[in-house]
């Protein structure tokens, strides 16, 4: 994860510079060669100082502390390790000796948290506990990457609240504005203009095909919000846009749509993502896309009080996969540190980018909706024979329950359900709308039911896909509540 800027920079190499010897204590600051004025200066610690009373100097490390709370944990236990924050002074893990996980020296302190690397994670109530690194690892890589993440948090703006660690361990997020909104869901996926082509039948080298074009407001995440807010929740957008025509139409039809835009970046200078849709008479697509690399969600993005709110203050948190490397891990653990948390539905992308860093929070996921092909992708090193065989590997990875869509069809794998909801056909084999209707209709159910679905729930949430086969723009295609019930209704299912 690299620094956003001047000032990310700045504060990650004092930081590292601080690190050494006994780490950040107030009796330092005043007794050292190195500048530590952009650390004071910091907006959330001169906002310390003054509700407190306190000098900006004693401000410093309550400040650090808290923010270190909300890393995810391995990264929360580096920076606690070499900067000597002490996070673990009020609730000591059993085994665990304070003097040497605090010594006065870095060079003890690594050895000691290598040493304790499985205690100190389970004291975080970490089930899958990552490889312990060498020393020279966190000298040379792990220490820098989590410094990074910290000056991050510490120059985002600053919405929320850290409360301490309760006696299990477990750290708790809270936010001044997090109660619950009704019906809420926040959707962290991407929003392009479609080039949609309908044609008769795929080209070939010999064959130009014959067909149609328009050009409506699409993408993964995009679709998903649309579809929601149609089932009349309460929608947000966490995306990413150019600052250009297409970029004003996405946003006008957001807002049209009843979805939240004001988490939509706007990028100054960025072309907005183009994706070329070729569909042939049964429904069968190919895609191309075309993006600004400029234009697409950074971890940055998310560090921020509004975001944090948005994801903290929803019962479903909607997140699909085609995001730039980091983007949906830190979705995932910010999630996992909320108290309550919100549901997590996950729609991987078919890109081939091999998802491993993701492996660590699949058990934030609570649902994971997506084809077969791109459930078989998520296991980029193992081959399986089946789609089932591919639900039952992610199930044991950690997360809770497995959709696999295809055809007008969901094949669902859980530890209460094992389900295969086939009972409604379509004139094509498959639309481009039907994963998102999907998606959609199940965070509704999700929130009506308070998490408790039972197989009824996935009939009309299969249902949904149905009525996205209409022609044009496929987020125009998302049917509402009453149209998923007349569909349940025709098929004779409820």
């Known amino acids: 994860m690299a620094p956003q800027n001047p000032r990310t920079i700045a504060i990650r190499d004092i930081l590292t510079r601080l690190c050494t010897y006994y780490g950040l204590r107030p009796e330092r600051l005043g007794n050292t060669e190195i500048d530590v004025s952009s650390l004071l200066e910091l907006p959330v610690v001169r906002q310390h100082a003054q509700r407190t009373g306190r000098p900006a100097g004693e401000s410093l490390l309550p400040v650090v502390r808290e923010t270190a709370l909300r890393l995810p944990p391995t990264e929360r236990l580096i920076a606690d390790s070499a900067l000597a924050l002490g996070l673990f002074r009020d609730n000591p893990p059993d085994g665990i000796d304070l003097a040497r996980l605090y010594a006065d020296n870095l060079g003890p302190r690594r050895e000691y948290l290598v040493e304790h690397w499985p205690r100190l994670h389970r004291a975080l109530g970490v089930d899958r506990i990552p490889e312990a690194p060498t020393v020279k690892r966190l000298r040379t890589s792990s220490e820098g990457d989590t410094f990074t993440a910290l000056a991050e948090l510490l120059t985002a703006d600053q919405g929320h609240t850290i409360?301490?660690?309760?006696?299990?361990?477990?750290?708790?997020?809270?936010?001044?504005?997090?109660?619950?909104?009704?019906?809420?869901?926040?959707?962290?996926?991407?929003?392009?203009?479609?080039?949609?082509?309908?044609?008769?039948?795929?080209?070939?080298?010999?064959?130009?095909?014959?067909?149609?074009?328009?050009?409506?407001?699409?993408?993964?995440?995009?679709?998903?919000?649309?579809?929601?807010?149609?089932?009349?929740?309460?929608?947000?957008?966490?995306?990413?846009?150019?600052?250009?025509?297409?970029?004003?139409?996405?946003?006008?039809?957001?807002?049209?749509?009843?979805?939240?835009?004001?988490?939509?970046?706007?990028?100054?200078?960025?072309?907005?993502?183009?994706?070329a849709v070729i569909m042939d008479s049964s429904g069968e697509t190919r895609l191309i896309g075309c993006k600004d690399n400029r234009v697409a969600l950074e971890v940055a993005d998310l560090l921020t009080g509004t975001v944090h709110a948005a994801l903290a203050s929803s019962e479903v948190v909607l997140l699909t996969l085609e995001h730039p490397r980091g983007v949906a891990e830190q979705v995932l653990a910010m999630v996992r540190g909320m108290r309550p948390r919100p549901k997590v539905i996950v729609c991987p992308s078919p890109s081939p980018a091999v998802p491993q860093d993701l492996y660590q929070y699949l058990d934030v996921v609570d649902f994971l909706v997506g084809s077969p092909s791109e459930l078989q992708a998520m296991l980029p090193v193992v081959s399986t024979a089946s789609t089932a065989d591919s639900a039952q590997i992610l199930r044991g990875l950690g997360v809770r329950a497995v959709c696999a869509i295809e055809g007008f069809r969901c094949s669902l794998l859980s530890e209460r359900l094992n389900l295969d909801v086939g009972q409604f056909h379509g004139a094509l084999k498959n639309s481009p709308g039907a994963a998102a209707a999907f998606s959609a209709a199940l965070a509704c159910r999700l929130i009506e039911t308070d998490g408790e679905l039972t197989a009824k729930d996935f009939v009309w949430a299969t249902a949904a896909m149905i009525p996205t086969q209409q022609l044009g723009a496929v987020p125009r295609a998302m049917p509402d509540r009453d149209r998923i019930d007349d569909v349940v209704r025709q098929g004779g299912k409820l």
């Open 163 to 275: 409360t301490k660690a309760i006696p299990s361990g477990k750290i708790l997020v809270s936010l001044p504005d997090s109660v619950r909104r009704p019906k809420s869901v926040t959707v962290v996926g991407d929003a392009v203009i479609d080039h949609l082509y309908r044609v008769d039948g795929f080209p070939t080298a010999d064959r130009a095909a014959n067909g149609s074009f328009t050009r409506p407001p699409g993408g993964k995440g995009l679709n998903r919000a649309v579809a929601a807010a149609r089932l009349g929740l309460d929608v947000a957008l966490v995306s990413a846009v150019g600052d250009d025509e297409d970029g004003t139409e996405i946003l006008d039809f957001l807002t049209k749509e009843n979805v939240r835009c004001d988490l939509v970046k706007t990028v100054a200078g960025g072309r907005s993502p183009v994706t």
